[in-house]
């Protein structure tokens, strides 16, 4: 049975991923609503310092980069070895 086991920087990536999933996702339905208005959380947060505004960028989209190689590493996984992992749970689970 194959276990996958995610690290610190793959929950890292992770998180910065969905968090830049969401500002993106806050800026396009943001200029639908209003297109004057600006919903980017990071512009928001650090629009008043452009160097770091731009770093979080670019580390959003490192990790972006390194998400690649993330999603590789769960498609070694196969469906039926979720099944079993699955099963072996449900058994420690419920009582006998």
Not at 36 to 54: H, Q
Request: glycine share 10%; no cysteine.
């Amino acid at each position: 049975m194959k276990q996958f086991k995610m690290n610190v920087l793959d929950w890292i990536v992770l998180a910065l991923v969905i968090v830049g999933a969401v500002n993106w996702g806050l800026v396009g339905i943001g200029y639908f609503v209003d297109s004057a208005a600006n919903w980017n959380l990071v512009n928001i947060a650090l629009g008043s310092i452009p160097e770091l505004e731009f770093l979080v960028y670019a580390i959003v989209g490192l990790a972006g980069i390194y998400g690649i190689y993330f999603a590789t590493r769960i498609s070694g996984v196969r469906v039926d070895d979720i099944d079993e992992m699955t099963d072996e749970m449900t058994e420690r689970v419920s009582p006998k």
